[in-house]
């Protein structure tokens, strides 16, 4: 596939530009326990099917999401996210790549961990001012896999054209959310056959943040 023209690149965080030291095993277990002693998720539920936001937004989708609810569920996660990102490091090349790429192309983040916890994460690691917009949970209606948060960067950096976006992520949510929302996506260290095993397409794949560089320059030549 043949892409031009771009202007704008989103980022996922976790595992894309920072080593997250979250359990996102560990938090989907504690919300599931709690959906269940909750009695709005029965036993047995399918839960290995499921990320953590994907099992949110099947509670979304049935009505059973009070907004007392949400707020004890996002508790349980801020909790894992907030022992996750002590000491959370930057992916290798993660700095050198957004030193090179800022003022080239406009930057976001979109992610499912909370404003607060994103931002505290990546000032930690000196990296929070190469970015022009950093969207967390708190500002998507729901969470990736669905489109929501990359809408969000389309509407609010407006000045760069619908079809002048591409992102970066390293899991098959961040894909299915890039593609729903009519972005390119390029797949960091995943194996492309699990990408498409969860009908995800990228355009590309990279091993290192540093390869992300000559493909971008690739696509201007319209290689």
């Given at each position: 596939m043949?892409?031009?023209?771009?202007?704008?690149?989103?980022?996922?965080?976790?595992?894309?530009?920072?080593?997250s030291r979250i359990d996102f095993g560990?938090?989907?277990?504690?919300?599931?326990?709690?959906?269940v002693r909750?009695?709005?998720?029965e036993e047995g539920f399918p839960v290995e099917e499921h990320t953590t936001a994907t099992l949110i937004e099947h509670i979304r989708q049935t009505g059973k999401l009070t907004g007392s609810l949400y707020e004890a569920v996002m508790k349980i996660a801020a909790e894992h996210e907030v022992r996750g990102m002590e000491g959370a490091g930057l992916e290798p090349g993660?700095?050198?790549?957004?030193?090179a790429l800022h003022r080239r192309y406009c930057l976001a983040v979109v992610t499912n961990n909370s404003i607060a916890a994103a931002r505290t994460a990546l000032e930690r690691t000196g990296i929070v001012h190469y970015f022009d917009l950093i969207v967390g949970r708190e500002q998507m209606t729901s969470m990736k896999p669905t489109p929501a948060g990359f809408l969000v960067v389309k509407e609010r950096l407006h000045t760069i054209?619908?079809?002048?976006?591409?992102?970066?992520?390293?899991?098959?949510?961040?894909?299915?959310?890039?593609?729903?929302?009519?972005?390119?996506?390029?797949?960091?260290?995943?194996?492309?056959?699990?990408?498409?095993?969860?009908g995800?397409?990228?355009?590309?794949?990279?091993?290192?943040?540093?390869e992300l560089i000559p493909l971008l320059d690739g696509m201007k030549e319209g290689t």
């Open positions: 043949r892409v031009s023209g771009i202007r704008g690149i989103i980022f996922d965080m976790d595992n894309t530009l920072l080593q560990m938090m989907k277990a504690g919300i599931y326990r709690y959906l909750s009695a709005v998720l993660a700095g050198e790549l957004l030193a054209g619908a079809d002048q976006w591409l992102s970066v992520g390293d899991a098959w949510i961040d894909g299915k959310a890039s593609a729903d929302a009519g972005i390119p996506f390029i797949s960091y260290r995943t194996p492309l056959d699990i990408m498409h095993e969860r995800v397409r990228p355009i590309g794949r990279v091993d290192k943040l540093s």
